[in-house]
């Protein structure tokens, strides 16, 4: 499933692709598809009436997210005020839930991590044939369930990109890619966790 189409599809059309709420709408659904302990994300009509309702700053974006373990919402609140703590606590008072994660803009945007983010959710999608897929599956659970993304890419057959390919199985959550640091050829490439 990839969690991109379902976030996408719903979008109304804007007028201006450059709108600082789209790029943080998509700074967060990037940051989202490339953390490894996320199953699944949404948009969530409740959850969007609510964050509208609430004292959140304008190009605020919510989302509901599945975890290993548990179901969280997700907002993200621009960084143009210097008062956030303050407003985290009246968020929270608002919404009156604890499984709420504000997170702002420049926690989202930090680097290496959205660099790495957004070359995952930007190779969402393209295609990786099953053989590719049988053979990076066998070649990780030879190495003990993780390597390197180059030697991963070297497993990739019948693709003109094959670091895009493992990319992709990435955003598609079939392995987990370390966005902690740049992304090279010595980039740990793993399994994904069963829990």
Not at 25 to 39: D, F, I, N
Not at 59 to 64: C, D, K, Q, T, V
């Amino acid at each position: 499933m990839n969690p991109m189409s379902l976030t996408t599809a719903n979008r109304p059309p804007s007028t201006n692709p450059f709108e600082p709420d789209d790029r943080l709408e998509h700074a967060l659904e990037a940051r989202l598809l490339a953390e490894p302990r996320v199953r699944d994300f949404r948009r969530s009509s409740r959850d969007e009436l609510a964050l509208f309702s609430s004292v959140s700053p304008p190009g605020s974006a919510i989302r509901s997210v599945r975890l290993i373990d548990r179901i969280l919402t997700v907002m993200a609140i621009p960084d143009e005020s210097n008062i956030l703590p303050a407003l985290r606590r009246r968020l929270r008072n608002h919404w009156h839930q604890s499984d709420l994660l504000i997170v702002s803009e420049r926690w989202l945007r930090r680097r290496p991590h959205f660099d790495g983010s957004v070359l995952i959710a930007d190779s969402a999608g393209y295609p990786v044939p099953p053989l590719s897929r049988f053979l990076i599956a066998e070649h990780l659970t030879e190495y003990g369930g993780s390597s390197h993304l180059g030697d991963c890419a070297a497993q990739m057959v019948g693709v003109q990109d094959p670091v895009r390919a493992v990319l992709a199985l990435a955003a598609a959550r079939t392995v987990s890619i370390d966005i902690s640091r740049p992304i090279g050829p010595l980039t740990a490439v793993s399994l994904p966790s069963s829990r």
